[in-house]
DNA sequence: AATGAATGAGTTTTCATTCAT
DNA sequence: GATGAATGAAAACTCATTCAT
């Protein structure tokens, strides 16, 4: 009955027992003691861990955005050396890379994002400030180098972070329905090609050429 | 003991305080209790009249995915008559105005939609390979008519669904943390100003251009 | 959806929907709508007829006891003129022919019985009384008058009694387990031969000898 | 708030009270929220042993019929040894004595065995179908061996265990009515003498006369 | 470090019944 | 005569958590 390999901690075990059935049945649809099944500990042992249920899910909040925001406070400080558009891109790219290869994790964040249970909020909201300034930065940086085309900047931001969510959030819908895997290495390569293709578009092409006009004269 | 004032149809004010609450607390975030309790009900009724709370559920997809599909059904079938960007185009008007005037039901849906509860899924498939029809054929019929630029189809529709849904599933981030708000009408107007523009950006222009240069030949 | 046969008035149809579900599932087993939904008629009017779910027992107990106890009672009266021995196999005979053709009820009844609820013992305990003193004379008149062997009655009655009740009690095991079917009219037929066979080892045969005996002094 | 006395552990004490109210007021007619008051536990406890209140009925089928059919086959493979009537009664012997030591058990399951839930009929068909093998061994090797004077088996049988389980199945009947006390050694003493009378009429005589007969020549 | 026993609170659902119609 | 709406009570069960070990 005694786990004979505990090379991998029992907390960690405990913890991606917990985004596998987050990310499948949603918190609420989740028990500790699904959990613990899943873990193959007793449910007391997670208590003991995460001090409740609470505890696991506070755990993976902090395990999405402390890698999500370091991603953008990168480059929100590389707008000192790079180009705006080139910042905002790879931001892109980091996110799209990270969230692919924890695909799990982040359709479960996304989704209980939009949950107003009162203690998720407040564990949420000053993440997700923290994701606001960095965004904003990004864009309103380029604008005033005109590497991004001057516009009213929360629509922008809202298009694309529904970009760099929804596959992951409605992941198994792609899979089912459109055959898509979002999972897989080779969709973030080909995903990234068209948010590009978007911030090209809306974003930088006509800013360029005004950069380019500007340098001539 | 009984109500005095029937007017509005008890069927229909639980299904109303159902709506409320799954937006707010997700559909395993709310008891029946809850629900009765909102809706001035006996937990009881909730069971007479819809079957279970199971049966609430049900009634809020058909609520919503019935008239969104008419909306796209309604568009595939203009496509004989009217060309495909303006088709395209209309059913994204009427599926954000639709949507704005119901996000609360929107935004549970859109939530729901990504729990792999078996029931749910059993509910839903249906209604996602009609979606994913319809869609197809507005693309598709665009650019065989030289309307719509030639391109994969699905990365498209992907990541119009992303913004169509976006802000009605993440509706009280954007009110918290981008004071936007989905629900206003003028919300629906602006937005859709965006999509719009997404649409003649990477889809139509260039099609277009060619179509004019086929029509001047 | 309205009945158009009413022929079967529908307190009649209510109470064999009735007899039939417990003896199925038992007077515990069986709710009031699984009873309406059978009879096809609407909850409610089982109250109106029977006051309750209740009622509807008690007349399942009426619809049984009384004719049982008047077979008993007829050939009580016939002790006057008919030899006990006889008087009590022809009691026999009526009992399990009843019992046949009312094999539902009777094993309803025979389980129910044994049942402490305080209202089923309420209703039951006078039949029981009854059933008692019938009984009694039965075989006390047989021994007074020699037809019988003398010998105490009550582990007599509580024989005879069980292998009058058995058959229906258990019937489905019966048909399962032994092949024999105590609803079809040839089986009481054979059944009763066994009894008979019981009746004259055990009560008759010696009594009669020393009724012969005496006779013929 | 713990208990002080866990001398008689929690699960058993639970076993005993179930056993106890279903004896008295059915399975259907007994809540768990009864049998927790009466093992003065946590209904939740009776769910956390037992795994739901079908989980106890299982474990009292199991406890009844466990030593039931151990007492049938001993006696059966006693026949290579012992004469069939012998072997016969000594099974009969023990199987009241069995009874009357469990008395409420008995009554219970004798009483249950007749409902026609499904889940019910699944666990004890196996057992049924063994006490039927047990039961025609007994008799037909008897009648093989000439101790049993030959007849069809099915009657004697039915006759046999209605006179084995009525006197506990109507224990109450029986205590009420006919000033008989099932559950008191001294009753199954007499009772016993009455059955083998019976076996003695109806089986054994004739055939040990035959046998007698045969010896001689 | 980890657990088995036990629980109080809360879950959904079913029940028999009532009452206006 | 018969019913649809509605309910209070209670059913079985599940849950997250605690605590002695």
Known sequence: MKKLDTSKSTKESIFKAAVYLFYDHGFDGTSVRDIAKRADVNPATISYYFKGKQGVLEACFTHFFEPYLRFLQEEVEALN???????????????????????????????????????????????????????????????????????????????LKSMLTMPFLHSQQ????????????????????????????????????????????
Chains 1, 2, 3, 4 share one sequence.
């Not at 203690?119 to 990004?138: A, D, F, G, N, T």
């Not at 899979?175 to 068209?194: A, G, L, S």
């Open 81 to 159: 050396y790079v180009s705006a558009d080139l910042c905002l891109k790879r931001a892109v790219y980091k996110i799209l890379k990270f969230q692919s290869e924890n695909h799990q994790l982040s359709r479960f964040i996304w989704r209980e994002v939009s949950i107003d249970s009162q203690v998720v909020r407040e564990i949420i909201s000053s993440y997700l400030m923290k994701e606001r300034h960095y965004m904003k930065r990004l864009f309103e940086q380029g604008m005033k180098d005109h590497a991004l085309k001057k516009q009213p900047v929360s629509f922008l931001v809202i298009q």
């Open 174 to 217: 792609l899979r089912e329905v459109w055959q898509m895997f979002p999972q897989e290495y080779y969709f973030i390569d080909q995903y990234y090609k068209n948010i590009d293709q978007w911030i090209d578009l809306l974003l930088v092409s006509e800013a360029k050429e005004v950069m380019k006009k500007e340098l001539i004269i």
